[in-house]
C-alpha cells in the first residue's frame, strides 16, 4: 500500500511538473474563440462576441488588460482593452499621471518636462467607431489586437509596446453594433442582406453621436470624454467608412477652413499623420489613399475632433464600405467621369482600380492605419509628449498676455439652472471652474457671489473659446472665391452660449492677483438654493426659466394644477406674463420639487385672467427610414417629463388621430422621406412606405377636430402644398447663388407675446436655421405670426449666411388656425442636437392641453412676393428616401 501511495504521489508530481511547463496558453486567434475571422465574407461580430475575444486574448497574455469604463444608453459595459508592454502595463497608473501632467502643464519647467517625456510612454486612443452601419471599425479592432498580442521577434510591434501604450476600444457604441450586426444576420441570405437598418444605430440620436462631443448629452459620449481626461492620449483615432468614391480611404490632411484656436502643434502633426498614412499604406501596395477632397472639421462638436481643443491630436478616416459584409466588384466605368482616366492627383497619389471589394479589405485598410499611427508615436515618442506640453504651456502663457483673459457666467440670470448648466459642460471638458466669492469685479462689473468663471489661462481652455466666441467663416467661401459649395460639411456657427441664452461676459483685463483671492474652485456646479416663499394655496414659477417644465410636469404627475397667468404676476425672477401658477400641492411636495430642479416659486393671489393646463397626449412622428430630429426631440421630451408617444407610418394612416392625441410632432425630414419612406423591395414589407396620401388626409382630420400639429423646419416647407396652407416658403428652391445656409445662428424678433406659444421666450431669442424655410403669408391667412428676421439687418449672429437679404423681414416661425385646431410651423430647429435650450420653449408651450385664445389675424401681404424659384411639388413616389442633412456621413 504504502509503494502504491509513493507511486501516485511521483505520478502527481510528474503530471505538475509537465502542466507547469505548458502552462503558458498560446494566443488565442480570433476563428478559434468566434467560429470566424473577422473580415470574412457575410460574417460579422456583434459586441458581445467582440468582447468575449478581447478577454480571451487578454487573458492568454501579459501585454493586454481589460478595463470597464462606463455604461451604453441601453445598460451595456463600456469596454477598453489596454496593450503594451508587460513593463509598461505594470507602471500604468504611473505613466497616465505623467500623461495628464504633461497634457496640463501643471507645477513644470521646460527642463522637467523634457526629461519626462524622455522617460515616459506615449497614449494612443483607437477605436472601432461610432457609426455602426459602418461595420469594419469593430471588426479591425480584434485583428490590430491579435497582431500586437501575438507577435513573436517583430521589431515594428516590440518599438511600438515598448514605446507605446494604445488605448483600444473594440467600439464607442456597443448598442449599434449590435443592433445592426443582429439586423444583418436575420436579413443573411436573403433578398434584404443589404436593407438599411429601419431605426436608429443610437436609440436617440444614430449617426449625430458624433456631433454631440462637446455637449455630451448621449451617455457613450459622457463615457469618451471621461476616458480621454483620464488617460490624457497624445493622439485620438476614430475610424470611419464613407471614402469619397472611388478613394479606398480618406486620410487626413482636412480640407479647410480649421479653427485658430487649435494649437499649431496639433494642426502640424494631423498634416504628418495624413502623409505618413499615404506612404505607408503605398508601402504595403494599398492604393487609393485621398486627402482633403469632403472632409472639413470647422464645426467643434464632432466626437473624434472634439479633443483638438484639448490639445490632443484627433482625427478620423473614412474607408471604403460597401454594405454591412456583403463583398461588391467594380468596375472603373462605374467610376463619377471625372475618375475614370485614373489620373493621379496631388491629394490623391495612387488611384485604385477597381475591382472586388471585401470586408477583408476594408479591415486591411484599418489595421494599416492603425499601424501607421501607431508606427510614427513610437518613432516620435519623446516629442510627441514634449508637444503635447508645450502646447498646453503656450496657451496659458498666451491668456495670461491677451483676451479674453476669462469668462464670467453670473449666477443671476434669466435662466439661472441653464447658467450652471453651461458653467458644469466646461468642468465636464475638462475645464477649470470657479466659483466667485462676495465683491468679484471684472470690467468694471460687480458680480454675484456663486457666479461662475473661466480663467483662460489654463491648458483646455481654447475649447471655452470656441463655444463661446461668435464663428466667422472664412471670407473666401462668403466672397465666392473657394472651392465648390460642397462645403461646409457640417454647421457653421454653434455659440454655445447664445444657443442656451445665457449671457457669459468676456473679461478684457487680466485678472489680478486680489481678483483669483475671490475665486474658489469647484468640481461640480452648484446652483442657487430654491425657496418657496410666502404662504397661500397659489404659487407662482417663471415661464422663463427651462426646468420650470420639468415641475410643471412633476406637479402634474403628483396630482396638483397648473393654469398660466394671462396677467402679470410677481415670480421669483421678476414680473412676467404667462407665469405657472401652482395649486393643489402640499408645501413638503412643493419644496422637495423646487429643491429637486432648481425653481423657486413664489405666493400670489391668482390673477383674473388664467388658462388651466394639463399634459396633452403627445405623438411624435417616428418614420422607419430613421429621423435624426426624431430621436434628439424624442430625448429631449422625456428628460423634461412629456412622455412622447412614437407614431409610426401605420398610425398616421389609422383614423381617428383625436381620439388618441392632442398634439402631433413631425419632425425634420425631406417631403419624400417623410411621404414615401422606404420604397418596396429595399426593407421588409413591414418597414416600407411612409405617411402617404391617406396620413396626410388624417392629419388634416385630427387638426380640423381641434388637434394641434407642430412641423419643424424642412417638413414646415413640406407641409404647405401637402395641406394647402396660405403661406410660402420665400426661399424653396433657392440655388447658393440667391441664398444660402447650412446651419448658422440667426436672430429673430418675436411678434404677439400674448400668446401662449411666445410665454417664455425672450423678445429677440436666436434659433438654429439649417436648411430651413422662410415664410411670407398669403391671402386668406388666419393666424399669428410668432416670430420674425429683422427688417433690413442681418440676422447673423455666429456662423456663415450668403445673401441675408432673401430672409430678411420674412417670418421664421407661424401660427395658423385650420379648423378647429392649429398648425405651427417653424423654419428652424428649435431643439437642435440637443443644444438650441433657449428655444426648447417653441416646442414646450405647445404640449399642454388648454383652451387656446383666438388667434389674430394678420394683414396678408398686398401682393404676392416672387419665390425664387417655383415650389417643388410632393414627391408621393416609391423610392428609397434622400438621406436627411444630418445623415450624410462622417
Given at each position: 500500500m504504502l509503494f502504491s501511495k509513493l507511486v501516485k504521489r511521483f505520478s502527481f508530481f510528474c503530471f505538475m511538473a509537465v502542466a507547469s511547463f505548458v502552462a503558458p496558453a498560446q494566443t488565442p486567434t480570433p476563428a478559434s474563440v468566434l467560429g470566424h475571422t473577422p473580415g470574412d465574407d457575410f460574417y460579422l461580430a456583434d459586441y458581445e462576441d467582440t468582447v468575449r475575444y478581447f478577454h480571451a486574448l487578454a487573458a492568454s497574455s501579459d501585454r493586454m488588460k481589460m478595463f470597464t469604463v462606463g455604461k451604453s444608453t441601453e445598460g451595456k459595459d463600456i469596454e477598453v482593452a489596454v496593450i503594451s508592454s508587460p513593463q509598461n502595463l505594470a507602471k500604468l497608473d504611473e505613466y497616465k499621471k505623467i500623461a495628464g501632467r504633461l497634457a496640463r502643464a501643471e507645477d513644470l519647467n521646460d527642463e522637467q518636462a523634457t526629461a519626462m517625456a524622455r522617460s515616459s510612454k506615449v497614449i494612443v486612443h483607437i477605436d472601432g467607431g461610432l457609426h455602426s452601419d459602418e461595420v469594419a471599425g469593430t471588426q479591425h479592432?480584434?485583428?490590430?489586437?491579435?497582431?500586437?498580442?501575438?507577435?513573436?521577434?517583430?521589431?515594428?510591434?516590440?518599438?511600438?509596446?515598448?514605446?507605446?501604450?494604445?488605448?483600444?476600444?473594440?467600439?464607442?457604441?456597443?448598442?449599434?453594433?449590435?443592433?445592426v450586426v443582429h439586423w444583418y444576420?436575420?436579413?443573411?441570405?436573403?433578398?434584404?442582406?443589404?436593407?438599411?437598418?429601419?431605426?436608429?444605430?443610437?436609440e436617440y440620436v444614430g449617426h449625430d453621436n458624433n456631433r454631440d462631443g462637446y455637449m455630451m448629452n448621449m451617455k457613450e459620449e459622457q463615457v469618451v470624454t471621461k476616458a480621454e481626461l483620464e488617460y490624457s492620449p497624445v493622439i485620438f483615432y476614430c475610424q470611419h467608412q464613407t471614402a469619397p468614391f472611388p478613394a479606398r480611404i480618406w486620410i487626413p490632411p482636412f480640407s479647410d477652413p480649421i479653427s485658430s484656436n487649435i494649437s499649431p502643434y496639433v494642426r502640424s502633426w494631423l498634416n504628418v499623420v495624413g502623409t505618413n498614412m499615404s506612404a505607408y499604406l503605398d508601402a504595403h501596395n494599398m492604393p487609393g489613399a485621398i486627402s482633403e477632397s469632403r472632409f472639413d472639421n470647422w464645426y467643434a462638436g464632432f466626437t473624434d475632433w472634439a479633443g483638438v481643443f484639448r490639445n490632443e491630436i484627433s482625427f478620423?478616416?473614412?474607408?471604403?464600405?460597401?454594405?454591412?459584409?456583403?463583398p461588391r466588384f467594380y468596375t472603373a466605368d462605374e467610376f463619377p467621369k471625372t475618375d475614370q482616366d485614373l489620373r493621379a492627383l496631388t491629394m490623391y497619389t495612387t488611384p485604385w482600380e477597381g475591382g472586388w471589394w471585401h470586408l477583408k479589405d476594408a479591415t486591411d485598410y484599418m489595421v494599416a492605419g492603425s499601424m501607421s499611427v501607431l508606427d510614427l508615436a513610437a518613432k516620435n515618442r519623446e516629442t510627441l509628449l514634449y508637444n503635447r506640453y508645450q502646447a498646453a504651456r503656450d496657451n496659458i502663457q498666451h491668456f495670461r498676455k491677451e483676451p479674453p483673459f476669462a469668462y464670467v457666467i453670473s449666477d443671476k440670470q434669466a435662466d439661472t439652472p441653464e447658467a450652471g448648466l453651461l458653467a458644469q459642460k466646461m468642468i465636464d471638458n475638462g475645464l477649470d471652474v470657479y466659483a466667485t466669492k462676495a465683491g468679484f469685479k471684472a470690467n468694471g462689473v460687480t458680480y454675484p457671489a456663486g457666479s461662475w468663471v473661466i480663467p483662460m489661462d489654463q491648458p483646455y481652455s481654447a475649447m471655452a473659446k470656441e463655444l463661446f466666441e461668435r464663428q466667422h467663416y472664412p471670407d473666401a467661401l462668403e466672397n465666392g472665391t473657394s472651392k465648390a459649395i460642397d462645403l461646409p460639411y457640417d454647421v457653421t456657427g454653434w455659440t454655445l452660449s447664445l444657443q442656451m441664452g445665457v449671457d457669459v461676459d468676456a473679461v478684457t483685463d487680466p485678472l489680478e492677483a486680489d481678483q483669483r483671492a475671490l475665486l474658489a474652485k469647484v468640481d461640480a456646479v452648484q446652483l442657487p438654493d430654491a425657496t418657496v416663499e410666502g404662504v397661500g394655496g397659489t404659487f407662482a414659477v417663471s415661464h422663463k426659466v427651462n426646468a420650470a417644465f420639468q415641475l410643471v410636469n412633476a406637479v402634474l404627475a403628483q396630482g396638483g394644477t397648473v393654469s398660466l397667468a394671462q396677467d402679470s404676476v410677481k415670480t421669483a425672477e421678476g414680473s412676467e406674463t404667462g407665469a405657472f401658477l401652482i395649486g393643489g400641492l402640499g408645501r413638503a411636495a412643493l419644496d422637495s420639487l423646487t429643491k429637486k430642479y432648481a425653481v423657486s416659486a413664489v405666493s400670489v393671489t391668482a390673477p383674473a385672467h388664467t388658462l388651466s393646463i394639463k399634459k396633452a397626449r403627445v405623438g411624435l412622428y417616428r418614420p422607419w427610414a430613421a429621423s435624426i430630429d426624431e430621436g434628439w426631440t424624442r430625448w429631449i421630451l422625456e428628460n423634461y417629463g412629456f412622455e412622447p408617444k412614437s407614431l409610426y407610418n401605420a398610425d398616421i394612416r389609422s383614423a381617428n388621430l383625436k381620439s388618441r392625441y392632442d398634439v402631433i410632432i413631425l419632425p425634420d425630414m425631406s417631403t419624400r422621406g417623410m411621404m414615401a419612406g422606404f420604397g418596396p423591395g429595399i426593407v421588409p414589407g413591414q418597414y416600407a412606405g411612409g405617411v402617404g396620401e391617406d396620413g396626410i388626409d388624417h392629419l388634416r382630420e385630427f387638426v380640423r377636430e381641434g388637434g394641434t400639429l407642430i412641423a419643424l423646419n424642412r417638413t414646415a416647407s413640406n407641409l404647405i402644398p401637402l395641406m394647402s396652407l396660405p403661406v410660402e416658403n420665400v426661399i424653396e428652391g433657392a440655388r447658393s447663388e440667391k441664398f444660402f445656409c447650412s446651419g448658422a445662428l440667426l436672430r429673430v424678433e418675436t411678434e404677439h407675446p400674448e400668446l401662449p406659444v411666445n410665454f417664455g421666450v425672450s423678445d429677440s431669442p436666436v434659433v438654429m436655421f439649417q436648411a430651413g424655410p422662410a415664410f411670407q403669408t398669403l391671402p386668406g391667412f388666419h393666424g399669428a405670426v410668432l416670430a420674425r428676421y429683422p427688417k433690413q439687418t442681418n440676422p447673423l449672429e455666429s456662423g456663415l449666411l450668403l445673401h441675408p437679404e432673401a430672409i430678411e423681414g420674412k417670418i421664421a416661425a407661424v401660427e395658423l388656425a385650420y379648423g378647429k385646431g392649429r398648425i405651427l410651423l417653424f423654419g428652424f430647429k428649435p431643439q437642435f442636437r440637443g443644444q438650441s435650450h433657449a428655444t426648447y420653449k417653441y416646442l414646450f408651450n405647445e404640449l399642454y392641453a388648454f383652451d387656446h385664445p383666438a388667434l389674430p389675424v394678420e394683414p396678408a401681404p398686398a401682393v404676392k412676393a416672387q419665390a425664387e424659384a417655383p415650389a417643388a411639388k410632393p414627391n408621393t413616389g416609391a423610392k428609397a428616401p434622400e438621406p436627411d442633412d444630418d445623415d450624410i456621413e462622417e
Open positions: 479592432t480584434m485583428i490590430l489586437a491579435y497582431n500586437l498580442v501575438s507577435a513573436k521577434n517583430d521589431p515594428q510591434i516590440d518599438a511600438i509596446l515598448d514605446n507605446v501604450i494604445l488605448v483600444l476600444w473594440p467600439t464607442l457604441n456597443p448598442d449599434g453594433q449590435d443592433m444576420r436575420q436579413n443573411l441570405g436573403g433578398k434584404y442582406e443589404v436593407s438599411p437598418l429601419p431605426m436608429l444605430y443610437q478620423f478616416t473614412e474607408t471604403a464600405l460597401y454594405r454591412y459584409a456583403t
